[in-house]
């Protein structure tokens, strides 16, 4: 569980950003701050692992009050500002949003956010879990109980041990690539990833996953001899 803190000098937006932290399983929101000033106050009062942080605000803006801070936890700017994006990330920010914000990207950037929070944390030890947008749901997924992943143009189709349906959710097979890099995972179409664990039979240009039969093309097949030593 995460420590944060919500900066904005507009209500309304405070509001809509407190609501999506909450909805959020892994942060915890410990205080909502109007400027820079209180957001200091509570720093000085509470453990905060990440700041929720709007640029433009009176008195002191956020780029200053980050720049200002001698050990800042980590931040997520949320702004309606572009042109202050490359100086965020020369701050070493977590992510950057432009508002309006979907939640769908707000929660890519609390992944990105508990990732690392986790690396820190754990002395570099990944969790064995991620968490995804499914309609209306944060649905949590335990890496190891997944078989196999099926991409379909915007969407991928997580296929699990135990379910009989697979969890479908917006995201590209690159990205999800990314969440089970260094894991005993390959690509071995543009199609499909597998748990390289849970193969039991490989027939020429077909991977054998459960009870389904997978392609298998040639460009990928060095993926999954890598594994399996075949």
């Known amino acids: 569980m995460m420590n944060c803190i919500a900066v904005d000098d507009e209500k309304l937006v405070l509001d809509l950003l407190v609501d999506n932290i909450q909805r959020v399983p ?14 200091a106050e509570v720093l000085h009062r509470h453990s905060v692992d990440l700041i929720f942080l709007d640029i433009q605000m009176p008195g002191l803006s ?16 949320v702004t309606a500002y572009q042109e202050h994006a490359v100086e965020g990330f020369n701050l070493h920010a977590v992510d950057y949003l432009l508002k309006p914000v979907s939640f769908e990207r707000f929660l890519k950037a609390c992944n990105r956010a508990q990732e690392l929070f986790n690396l820190k944390a754990g002395a570099g030890e990944q969790p064995d879990y991620f968490f995804v947008y499914v309609e209306y749901n944060l649905e949590k997924i335990h890496i190891p109980s997944i078989l196999y992943i099926e991409g379909m143009k915007d969407y991928v189709k997580v296929y699990m041990e135990g379910s009989a349906r697979p969890l479908i959710t917006k995201m590209s097979m690159k990205a999800m690539e990314e969440k089970l890099a260094g894991r005993r995972f390959a690509r071995i179409h543009r199609s499909y990833i597998v748990h390289a664990d849970k193969v039991s039979s490989i027939r020429r240009d077909l991977v054998v996953v459960g009870k389904a039969e997978l392609p298998l093309s040639e460009n990928y097949r060095g993926n999954l001899s890598a594994l399996l030593r075949f």
């Open 26 to 39: 892994f942060l915890r929101c410990v205080a909502r701050c109007r400027n820079a000033l209180e957001a």
């Open 62 to 77: 956020g780029l200053q009050f980050l720049a200002s801070l001698p050990t800042p936890p980590m931040v997520i700017f």
